[in-house]
């Protein structure tokens, strides 16, 4: 690795947020597939491997899906009631609200239900997946609250997800609309044992 990659590689991970504002362009297949082949890099115990990746660019059925869990979720947040929840209840319930915020692309990484290390496995995946969609210029957001859906037996059939797997990740993907300013990250807690 050169000093160039690696400087580059810093900036990808320091600049990297997530995306809650999309433009209307598709993302392209080869893009997607850019992303993934990232992903599959990520460590993985024992060389499992196990994860399984969904491309859903059907917008209907992203919507029926956000209009599944947004009532799931104001039940949750309305019961957990924590300080900063309140723009995002309010959000969800608004019926234009959509929790995948527009985006043209959800990918569900997929967890084999077998593998003991799966979410560990998959959940680094999708952070080398996130990385690499900012490093072609593709925002990203891990819409957590969407594996709500694995209590609909309905919807898990339309979005094919296998009996034997399990959603770990619904990360979207899409280009970036007018951007905030990124947060300012706190200085880190570091104990030193030498």
């Known amino acids: 690795m050169t000093d160039t990659e690696s400087i580059e590689i810093f900036s990808v991970i320091r600049e990297r947020r997530s995306i809650r504002n999309y433009t209307n362009r598709d993302v392209p297949d080869e893009a997607l597939r850019a992303i993934i082949a ?5 460590p993985t115990a024992l060389g499992l491997q196990p994860w399984q990746f969904v491309i859903v660019k059907d ?10 869990c947004k009532p799931i979720l104001v039940e949750k ?14 959000a969800l319930k608004n019926p234009g609200f959509n929790i995948f915020y527009n985006a043209p692309v959800l990918v569900l990484i997929l967890g084999a239900r077998e593998a003991v290390s799966s979410i560990l496995d998959c959940t680094l995946c999708a952070e080398n997946m996130m990385l690499a969609a900012w490093a072609l210029g593709i925002g990203s957001c891990w819409i957590g609250s969407a594996a709500l859906v694995q209590q609909n037996p309905d919807l898990l059939a339309a979005l094919k997800v296998p009996d034997d797997h399990q959603i770990v990740a619904p990360l979207i993907f899409g280009y970036p609309g007018p951007l905030s300013p990124k947060a300012v990250r706190r200085e880190p807690r570091i104990t030193w044992v030498s």
Do not use: P
């Open 38 to 42: 990232a992903g599959i890099q990520a």
């Open 59 to 68: 917008r209907d059925l992203m919507q029926r899906v956000s209009d599944y």
């Open 77 to 90: 947040i309305g019961e957990e009631a924590r300080s900063g929840t309140e723009e995002f209840l309010a």
